[in-house]
């Protein structure tokens, strides 16, 4: 059974805008799952509901087997921490130690388990130094850690990610992954939403590909390499996966999408 699962689920805001239209898809459990459409396709709605911050209007969102509703959103929520794609819009406490432990505090935790809890996300990210500033005064990539270490405090099993490379230079991107791919090989489901394709097709285990609020494919980063089918998502293909179509080949081979790949089919020859 999928650790998350996500059935016919729809969701129209107030304003009459239909954001999801019979989404149906699944989080496997332990894995990095990322999440690519358009601009509008639903794709930050549906992070919303992944723990308990919407509920379902139509269908249904399952988490560990148990339907997500009004009775249990407090307890998702804990369990499936979400990053939002802005950190301003998530770390506003006085300094970077106050925001961290906001979560765990709230939780009741005892102060000593708020405490520990609150230094060990801080050093997972690379922040413990830090932990006296002010956000307002820590670059863009650094309030980002501090972002992902207050849902790491809260021990979630899964975290969610809204475009989390968006806006950081390369160091950053790279030292986001690095904490997100650290995090997995202890065990913690990863889901990020994304609009790099070269990056999902070096990173992810499995790809959800959305669109008009629904759900056009599901499965291995394979996916990315059919060309009508990422057409259909409004994406293109993997920089790699372009360099040898456009080398051309015989039509059955299988192309690469990643370096690694590129450099197996390379040596073969
Ligand atoms: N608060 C809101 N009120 C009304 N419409 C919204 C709101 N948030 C998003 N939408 C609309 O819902 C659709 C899906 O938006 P969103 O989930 O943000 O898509 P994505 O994250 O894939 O860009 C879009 O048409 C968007 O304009
Ligand atoms: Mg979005």
Known sequence: MALIEVQALSYRYKDGTRALRGLTFHIPRGKKVAVLGPNGAGKSTMLLHLNGIYLAQEGEVRFDGELVTTKNERQVRSKVGMVFQDPDDQVFSTTVWEDVTFGPANMGLPDDEVDRRAASALHAVGML??????????????????????????????????????????????????????????????????????????????????????????????????????EAAELRLPTITRLFKELGGPETQILPKTIREAVQVLSKK
């Open 129 to 230: 130094e830090y932990k006296d500033k002010a956000p307002y005064h820590l670059s863009y990539g650094q309030k980002k850690r501090v972002a992902i270490a207050g849902v790491l405090a809260m021990n979630p099993e899964v975290i969610s990610l809204d475009e989390p490379a968006a806006f950081l230079d390369p160091r950053g991107k790279e030292t986001v992954f690095a904490i997100l791919n650290n995090l997995n090989r202890q065990g913690t489901t990863i889901v990020i939403v994304t609009h790099d394709v070269d990056l999902a097709a070096e990173w992810a285990d499995e790809i959800i590909l959305i669109k008009d609020g629904r759900c056009l494919a599901q499965g291995g980063t394979e996916l990315l390499t059919d060309t009508l089918l990422v």
